[in-house]
Every structure is written in C-alpha cells, then in structure tokens.
C-alpha cells in the first residue's frame, strides 16, 4: 500500500514547494523508493491551458495529452517518472465532473454539497490510478493555507488522512521566515500563525520547511518546534540554493528525507541514499569548461516561468557539453520596429532559438531572426511556431509572396493552417477515424518517422521517435516540393506521410525547426539529444565569433 505526502504553503505564496516535493521525490528514488507526484490546484479554471502565461507561467503537456501546471514539469525533470492526467487536478474540474453527474442524475436526487461530494471528488482523485509497486505519493496543494478556495481540499485532506490511518501518511507545511533588517532578526510568528491556521483545519503536521535567506538557528527551530508542536529535527531549513539542481543535496543535508521516513517509522530499515546521479549534474552545472549565449526570441520574454521547460532544457544542454548557457532573452515584437537594428542584436549571439507560442503578435520579428540564422550560417532552432515560423521564411525566400499562416488573418498562400483548411477529403476522413484531427488543439505524444540520412536522425540514434505536442495549426505539406527545392528539408513527417514535423537545412551548420516541443522531455541527468546537440553547435558557432 502506498504512503501519502501531503504538502501545503503557508505565509505567502512562490515558496517552492514544487520544487521542495520533486527535491524530496529524488531523495526518496536515491533510497531505493518508487514515487509518484501529483497536484492540487485551487483555482476554477479547468485547467491551465486557457491561462495566459503572465499569470501562471507555461502550460506543461504530459504524454496522454494533459495541459497541467507547470510543477509536473519539475516532478519529470527531477524524477524520470512521466506525468499522466490523473497527476493534476482543480476545483474548476472537480466542480465541472460534479455538476455533469448531477445533470446524469448520478446523485439519486440528493442535495449535492462540498461535504461529501466535493471531498469525496477530491480524496477520489488522491487516491486513483496508483500502481501497485508504488512507495510514496507526493501530493502538492497550490496556493496558501487559509484561501477560501482550498479550504475544501483542507477539509478532504484531513478526511483522507483519518480514514488510511495518521501511519499512513505525513504532513509537511511550507513556510517563510522573514529576516527583518532593521531589526536584524529572523521572525518565527508568521510560521507559528500559519501552523495555528492550518491545525484549525484539522491537519497537525509532522514536518515544517522554512523558507529563509538567512541560516536558521538553532534557538530559532526550537522556538518554532515548541509553539508548532514538531521534533526540532523536523523544522528543517530552506535557504535559497544557487541552483534548483542544488535543492535535492541541499535538503538532504538539512535531513528532510530522513525526517520523512522517521514519520513513517521506516527510516531505520531504509538504505542510505545514492546521490551519484546528483553530484554528477552539480559537477557538470558548477565546473563548466566554456560558455555560450543563446538568444531566445519570443513573445513572453518578460516572464521567464513562461518558458520554463525551455530554460531548463537548454541548461541541461549545457550540462551535456559542459558549458555555461547564458541566455538573452530578445522581444520579437522589437525587431518589427523600421529603425530596429536587428544584426547589433543578434551578431553576439552563438546560436538563436524560436519557441513556442500563438497569435500573430511578434511573427515578422521571429522570421526575420530566422532569415539571419539563415544568411548568416547562425545555428537556428525552431520549436512549434518556430518551425512555422522558418516555413514561412523559406517560402517567402522562394519567392512565395504573401506566404503566411491562417492563424494571422486571411493568406492567399497558407503555408501554415489548421489541418482542415488544406487537406483532401479523403485525408481528412482517414485521420477523423484515427480520431487524429489538427483542426482542433493536437495534445501529447504523437509518434514521427524521421528520413534515415536525416540530421535529426543521427542526433536521435534512430528513425522512429515520439514526441509531446501543443497546437493547433500545422505546416501544409502541399508546399513541401517547393520549400526543399528552397533547401528547407523535411526530415520528419508523422507515419501516416501527412504532417510535417520536422525540417532542416543540410547545407546549414544547424538549422532545425520541429513541430513538437522537446524542452518537456528533457531532464538533468537525460538532456534531450536536440538540445545537446544544438548547444554543441553553438559551442563550434562561439570558436568562430
């Protein structure tokens, strides 16, 4: 029978507490223990993919085609274990099942309230799809211990806990301790309130991380154990870490792994924790042998959590050839100023990557960063309307005029549409009972067949892969003739020969677009072979600068 983590916020907001249960996850995969990580989100939204970045960062896609909260991308990318959706839930879908098995009459007439029903949705959701070999599942609950919105997973926590036994499972209550300046002290009240709030609801943790900037004493642990009823060896500290790669070694020193285990009476009898696979990541982060500068032009520059699977993948692109990757992050929007000068921009740049996004805003900024990578034999990568992006461009290049995407407005050349717009009937009738159809958002993992004497298919080993995808418009393959004739290749098309999915230039140092966006498979100790091998490129592109 599988244990249960339940892990929630206090104070404030943006503690970490998904990289605090991803960290713990790893320690617990270095004891021997198979884990899964799942999130509870209190807002109403069903879920995040109609959020825009500005307010919750980037969308992470799992295989089986769940837009989640961007925490699952860091339970990946510190664990191995692949997301599914049954790992992420929210009110808005919790309420959205309720209220369509009211209307099925699945209640008998009963009044529906949040006890038992919203409760019961929720302790359903904890409890569901878990394997049998499992050890530990994480729970993560968003948001801060005294919301109105979380107060129902509150309230189903502490049902759950009561009904698999309090040996069963273990609470742990993030918080921060702030360090007042003028004082020059660390303040403990905030995390004794927050613990009185959260024990009001019926939950007594067993552990408490404090987030601070300064070491937390030993009196200052004492103090808070005493009035938040905790071992003083469970009040562990969390300083800020000069890396996120850092945090699971940094906790392990602060014994949250060995307290958790203590909990659940386990920790005489489990083995001592194997963090080989962390010192190596640290050593290849920490002692880099050169550096690169990558330029990012995109449509979400101001927020970097917006594309937070990116940044970390092309950290882990680093780690492969052991380099620091500096990255600039560039507006597109800038560069369709008349007076932008686009080559004082990117000239200092060892390689440019176009990611992912949607709209027009920025589109002839991105192709114009595209038409340098081209000319000026700058290596180039192209994520989703990236690659849509460098279509476009090769086909303008081939004197395609007007060539564009549907998804701007109206085009007399759609080099870029919605599946529906330009496949045949019959085509269109194939995918339909394949139930594959690009009119409408293409989610998850789709497989490719890449050319044998491709590019990417000596950087991937092989000609068959599997990919996760988030869009709704694709490259129109009826261009296909004219942009190879262009050089623009496409060296990946998906099985059934209909959808480009990815292109290169052959007689380019590193030219790729992909329709897919391997930055959500990419992980420390695996990075993306893409990534790995487009950071070698600019190493070679930075020897020549």
């Keep these: ?89 929210t009110t808005g879908r919790i309420y959205q099942n309720i209220i369509a098995a009211e209307r099925r009459g699945d209640y008998l007439g009963a009044t529906v309230q949040v006890i038992p029903h919203v409760t019961n949705a929720i302790k359903s959701f904890i409890s569901s799809d878990i394997s049998p070999e499992c050890d530990f599942v994480i729970c993560e609950v968003g948001g801060t211990v005294g919301d109105i919105e979380s107060l129902p997973f509150m309230e189903a926590i502490r049902q759950f806990r009561n009904e698999i036994g309090r040996g069963n499972s273990v609470s742990i209550h993030t918080t921060l301790v702030p360090y007042l300046a003028a004082a020059g002290e660390l303040k403990t009240k905030p995390t004794q309130h927050s613990v009185r709030e959260l024990t009001s609801l019926g939950i007594q943790p067993e552990i408490i991380v404090c987030r601070t900037e300064h070491p937390l004493p030993d009196t200052e642990r004492a103090k808070i154990a005493l009035f938040c009823n905790v071992r003083k060896e469970a009040v562990i500290p969390a300083l800020d870490a000069k890396s996120i790669y850092a945090v699971p070694a940094q906790y392990s020193e602060a014994g949250l792994d060995a307290e958790v285990l203590r909990a659940f009476d386990l920790l005489d009898s489990a083995q001592t924790p194997d963090m080989r696979r962390w010192e190596d990541v640290l050593d290849r982060l920490f002692n880099p042998e050169g550096e690169v500068t990558i330029g990012v032009v995109g449509k979400y520059v101001g927020l970097p959590d917006a594309y937070k699977s990116l940044t970390e993948a092309l950290v882990h692109g680093g780690m492969a050839n052991r380099v620091k990757v500096n990255i600039r992050w560039l507006d597109a929007e800038l560069f369709e100023h008349p007076e932008a000068d686009i080559p004082a921009q990117l000239e200092p740049l060892h390689a440019i990557l176009v990611p992912g996004g949607f709209g027009e805003r920025g589109s002839e900024g991105k192709i114009a960063s595209v038409t340098f990578a081209r000319e000026r034999g700058v290596p180039f990568f192209g994520i989703c309307l990236g690659m849509q992006m460098a279509c476009i461009e090769a086909a303008r290049a081939a004197g395609v005029e007007g060539a564009s995407s549907t998804e701007f407005g109206e085009t007399a050349e759609p080099v870029v549409g919605l599946i529906t717009e330009w496949m045949s009937k019959e085509g269109l009738q194939k995918r339909e009972a394949t139930g594959d159809l690009g009119g409408t958002m293409r989610l998850g993992a789709y497989p490719a067949a890449l050319s044998g004497n491709s590019h990417v298919s000596a950087i991937y080993g092989g000609t068959e892969i599997s990919e996760r995808h988030r869009h709704r418009y694709e490259v129109n393959a009826h261009y296909r003739d004219r942009l190879e004739q262009n050089g623009l290749v496409f060296s990946g098309m998906s099985p059934d020969g209909q959808l480009p999915e990815i292109v290169e230039r052959p007689d380019h140092p590193w030219f790729i677009g992909v329709q897919f966006h391997p930055e959500l498979k990419s992980k420390p100790f695996d990075p993306h072979p893409l990534f790995a091998s487009f950071i070698e490129a600019a190493v070679k592109q930075s020897r020549l600068v």
């Design 1 to 89: 029978m599988a244990r249960f983590i339940f892990i929630t916020g206090g104070v404030v907001s943006s503690l970490g507490k998904g990289l605090m249960a991803a960290s713990l996850a790893a320690l617990l995969q270095a004891r021997g223990y198979k884990v899964r990580l799942r999130k509870l989100d209190p807002y109403l939204n069903v879920d995040p993919g109609t959020m825009s970045p500005y307010q919750h960062g980037e969308v992470y896609v799992t295989d089986d085609g769940a837009e989640t909260d961007l925490d699952l991308g860091h339970y990946e990318r510190f664990t191995g274990v692949p997301a599914r959706q049954s790992d992420n839930v």
